[in-house]
C-alpha cells in the first residue's frame, strides 16, 4: 500500500549538525542561535526585525498586544481561518469580528470588510451595538497565498485601523514582487511543521518598526527591559526591570538551529513546492480531473503553496450532500495510503465560536461551504511525479465508486 502524507519537513544532516553544535555549546535557551535565526528570517523576508516566539499563535498574542488591542476594542478577522487567529483576539480581551471570504482565493473579502464597518460603526469606528472601538484588520494570507494586502491597507488607512498580518502559512509569498512581511504594520509567521519551514513549533513577529519590535522583544521575555544576550554580554551584572506585564514565549537557540538550516533550504523547498504545485495543475487537466477546482492565483501573486487546497465541485447536489461526498471521498483515499486534509474550518461553526456568538452556518456562506468542499492535497519536497499521479489517480477512482463513471 502506498505511504502519502499530506506533508513531510524537509529535514537532512545540516539541521542535525546545527542542533549538535547548539547542545555542544551549552547554551541552549534563546541566545545568540535565535538572533541569528531572526537576522536571516528578517532580511529574506525584506524587513527590518524579527522577533522569534513559541508560535505563530503567540506572535499574533504579542503583536496584538503591540497595537494596544484590550477588551475595549474589536478586530476584524476571516471566517475561514485557522482557529489560532481570531483565538490571539479573545486572549487579549478583545472581540474578534469576523467577515466572510472570497471562494477564489479563499482570502477575506475587502469589499465584505468595508460592507461591515459602513453598517456596524460610526465615523469614529465606535461599535453602534456594543460601543467597542475598531482597531485593526487581522489579514491572513491562507495557503501561502497573499491575501489582498493592497486593498486592505487601503481601507486601513481610509478608517484609521492597524493591519495585523497572519502570515503563518505565507513565508517568502509576495504581490508584484513586494514581500508580504512589507505590508502592513506587522507580521507573523509560523514554524510549524505544516508550514513552509519548520522549528518543531516557532513563530516570529516580523516589522519595520524599531519601537514595536523593542517592545515585543520585552514582552516575549516577562516584560524585562534587558535582553537575556544583553544581560550575558554585559558579565551579568546588568539586572532587568519588569515594568509590564510580560509572557515567557521564547524559542530556544536549539529550535532556532533547526531554523538557521531550514533557512538554507528555504529557496529550494518554496522553488519545489512551486514546481510540483505547477505539476498539480496540468495533470488536473491532463487526467480529467474535472470535478476538482484548483488553488487559483490572481495576476502579480506569488504563491508559496504551504498547502494546494481545491475545492471539489460535484454539481448541482446541495452542500450537504457534496460535503458528505467529499467525506467519503478522503476516508476511500485514506484507505488506499494516501492522506488528506480540509482546507481549514468555517471559524464561526467551531463549537466555542458558535456557542459564543450563536453563530448560524449560513452567517458566513463561502466560509461554510469552503469548510464542506475544500480538499487538501499533498505536497511536499520529497514527492515524486508517481506520487502525484497517483493522488490524481485514487481522487478519479474514489468518485467513479461513489458516484459512478
Ligand atoms: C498554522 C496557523 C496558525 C498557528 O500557527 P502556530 O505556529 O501553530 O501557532 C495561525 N494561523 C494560521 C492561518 C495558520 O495556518
Known sequence: MKNIPVIIPYIDTDETNEVAMVLASGWVAQGTKVAEFERQVASYANVQYGIATTSCTTALHLA???????????????????????????YTGGTPILVDVLPDTYNIDPVAIEALIASKYD???????????????????????????????????????????????AFGAKINNVSEAAFGNMSCLSFHPRKSITTGEGGMVLTNDPEAAKRIMSLRSHGASVSEVDRHNSAGYLLPEFNELGYNY??????????????RKMEFITNTRREKASFYDKLIKEMGVDFIKPPYVPGGYYHTYQSYVCVIDLGDIG????????????????KNGIASRVGTHANHMLGHYRDRYGFKPEDF????????LSITLPLYVQMTEQDQIDVLQALLNAKTKLMGA
Open 319 to 334: 452542500l450537504d450532500n457534496a460535503g458528505a461526498l467529499r467525506n467519503e471521498i478522503m476516508s476511500d483515499l485514506e
Open 123 to 169: 465615523v469614529n469606528m465606535i461599535n453602534k451595538q456594543t460601543g467597542k472601538q475598531l482597531k485593526a484588520i487581522m489579514a491572513v494570507s491562507l495557503f501561502g497565498l497573499c491575501a489582498d494586502l493592497i486593498a486592505i491597507n487601503e481601507i486601513a488607512k481610509k478608517y484609521s485601523l492597524l493591519v495585523l498580518q497572519d502570515s503563518a502559512c
Open 365 to 372: 456562506p463561502v466560509s461554510h461551504m469552503l469548510d464542506k
Open 250 to 263: 521564547r524559542m530556544t537557540d536549539i529550535q532556532a538551529a533547526v531554523g538557521v538550516a531550514q533557512m
Open 64 to 90: 496584538l498586544i503591540q497595537m494596544g488591542v484590550n477588551e475595549n476594542h474589536d478586530v476584524i478577522v476571516p471566517s475561514f481561518t485557522f482557529t489560532a487567529s481570531s483565538n490571539s483576539v479573545l
